[in-house]
């Protein structure tokens, strides 16, 4: 059973703010929210994660919502650069603090 | 710093033969977790290692067994292989003692294809 749910792509011009939202409705109290990005022919690489309140980094920012069901990732100003497949993870303590990913949402950032 | 290295990078095998992967971990993690990642699909866990042991699994057959050596690298062992079996396989390496603050560091995979 999925346990987060993203739409499958989105589109963003370049420069302009990116708003990747993701579901997880199941979420339990003690469970992390983690966002990774993976480019062609690369693994997975860290983008942001957090557990109640909003966070910021140089990367991008995480918005959660206040019953902790959904949560957006945000790109300040998407770059040619962020082209990739961003994943939508839940950290759950419950079994033994693994990570599970969604299908993910393919970005494409127009010049 | 090197990063997460795998080897090798592509294999080619038939069905019913066994395979072998292999990772090195991010200097100083000392925590190996493996992936399968299906074309089109999210990765999916398979097992971690922590301290040369097992610790957690996925919902995977006992087909797949891993290893973790003194040094922290670590190896996949898949036997019999199905056709099924053809995956991207990432390995991930980790900080245990980072816990809430845990990262996952990606090698770029290992392409597996089962003929």
């Known amino acids: 059973d999925a346990k987060t749910t993203q739409p499958n792509s989105m589109e963003s011009n370049e420069e302009e703010p990116v708003h990747l939202p993701c579901n997880h409705s199941t979420i339990s109290g003690t469970d992390y929210i983690h966002w990774y990005r993976q480019l062609p022919s690369q693994g997975p690489e860290y983008v942001i994660h957090?557990?109640?309140s909003n966070v910021n980094n140089r990367m991008a920012s995480l918005a959660i919502a206040e019953d902790r069901k959904s949560s957006t990732l945000i790109l300040h100003r998407a770059t040619l650069r962020d082209a990739a497949v961003y994943y939508c993870?839940?950290?759950?303590?419950?079994?033994?603090?693994?990570?599970?990913f969604g299908t993910g949402t393919s970005l494409t950032v127009i010049p | 710093d090197a990063g997460v290295t795998q080897s090798p990078t592509h294999l080619i095998k038939t069905r019913g033969q066994q395979v072998t992967l292999r990772c090195s971990p991010k200097?100083?993690?000392?925590?190996v977790s493996w992936y399968q990642q299906a074309l089109g699909q999210g990765p999916q866990f398979i097992f971690q290692?922590?301290?040369?042991?097992?610790?957690q699994r996925g919902n995977f057959p006992d087909r797949f067994s891993g290893h973790q050596f003194p040094n922290y690298s670590s190896e996949l062992n898949v036997n019999a292989l199905l056709l099924g079996d053809s995956a991207l396989y990432l390995c991930?390496?980790?900080?245990?003692?980072?816990?809430?603050?845990?990262?996952?560091?990606f090698g770029s995979g290992t392409q597996l294809s089962v003929l």
């Open positions: 290692y922590y301290e040369e042991e097992e610790r």
């Open positions: 993870i839940l950290r759950k303590r419950n079994t033994g603090n693994q990570f599970y």
């Open positions: 200097s100083g993690h000392d925590t």
């Open positions: 957090g557990l109640t």
């Open positions: 991930a390496s980790s900080l245990r003692a980072r816990l809430d603050n845990e990262k996952l560091f």
